[in-house]
């Protein structure tokens, strides 16, 4: 029952005040203006990622009860970190400006650092020829969950190209993890997963094609940073050969998409963050296809993925 009422209220509470933070974003013209690369022909609010953020914290905070207050706490300072300078980077672009890379990159790493300060970390994983635990370096654990935490949160805002996509691939991924964590017996887990998931299908009541309000920066990083979070403390804790492969499957799609934009960007000489149109959903609407065929693409392609990942840990379970 708290399950359902997580993913219920935090569905609920995005669907209503969404609409709110719509006529405010007007009205201090907070909106995303149409430019050579973003080819939406009208201005766009981008208060999605505060209206999801302000949704997951009521819920995650007052109705999930199997997480240790100290932890919370943690993840909020974190994840409050990452809105913060998200919602400064979307200001820059409502202005026309861009803003620097430098203050995003120390501002994630820090937010990432105090996740893992707070005692969420890839510890090891379990040899499965011997069946023994290997418990990996201080270093070791330290570089892989840094790594972990600033590569997803920047995936799903490097994703974030089309009406619905960055929404869709978050949700998808949000249910896969919650199916696996019903497998794998993690109430925590099972009920971050399912905040999210009720978050982010409020969020696409607005934002499927065509998309009334867009998450922005602070949305796209605020959903990698919670989605790497429940990864950790989740399949990753498992430790299993099959367990580990649970959340790479569930994000394939946007990991190694982004992968080939950084390798292209550096063979082609280019900052690897400068923005331009080399993601998958770019290539594909340059092929010739509409919008709506690129997400409803890739967001069948993202759930086959997932879907294979859970029929595997069923099988090895």
Avoid at 29 to 47: A, M, N
Avoid at 152 to 159: A, G, L, P, R
Avoid at 227 to 254: E, N
Wanted: glycine fraction near 8%; hydrophobic fraction near 50%; proline fraction near 3%.
């Amino acid at each position: 029952m708290i399950y359902a009422i997580s993913f219920i209220l935090s569905f609920l509470i995005v669907y209503l005040i969404t609409p709110i933070l719509i006529k405010v974003s007007f009205k201090y013209s907070f909106t995303d203006k149409p430019t050579k690369r973003k080819k939406h022909g009208r201005e766009i609010p981008l208060c999605g990622g505060l209206s999801m953020f302000i949704s997951f914290f009521i819920v995650y905070f007052f109705i999930n009860r199997y997480t240790a207050i100290d932890e919370k706490l943690w993840i909020f300072a974190g994840a409050l970190l990452i809105l913060a300078i998200g919602l400064i980077d979307d200001t820059f672009k409502t202005r026309g400006k861009e803003f620097p890379i430098y203050p995003r990159l120390i501002i994630q790493l820090l937010a990432a650092f105090i996740v893992f300060k707070s005692g969420i970390v890839f510890r090891g994983f379990t040899n499965p020829f011997t069946g023994i635990y290997i418990q990996l370096s201080g270093v070791l654990q330290f570089i892989l969950t840094m790594t972990w935490i600033f590569g997803v949160t920047t995936v799903i805002n490097w994703s974030d190209g089309m009406d619905g996509l960055a929404g869709g691939l978050s949700l998808i991924s949000s249910i896969t993890f919650a199916g696996a964590a019903i497998i794998l017996k993690q109430s925590e887990s099972i009920s971050m997963s399912l905040i999210v998931s009720g978050v982010t299908l409020g969020f696409l009541m607005y934002n499927k094609y065509p998309a009334k309000v867009f998450m922005g920066d602070s949305g796209a990083n605020f959903l990698g940073f919670i989605l790497s979070i429940i990864a950790l403390d989740g399949a990753f804790k498992q430790a299993t050969l099959m367990s580990l492969f649970i959340p790479i499957l569930a994000l394939a799609i946007p990991i190694f998409d982004n992968i080939f934009v950084i390798i292209k960007r550096f063979l082609d000489g280019k900052p690897v963050y400068q923005a331009d149109r080399s993601q998958i959903h770019y290539r594909l609407e340059a092929k010739g296809f509409t919008p709506k065929q690129v997400v409803t693409y890739i967001n069948m392609v993202s759930l086959a993925f997932s879907i294979i990942s859970i029929v595997l840990l069923l099988i090895k379970n």
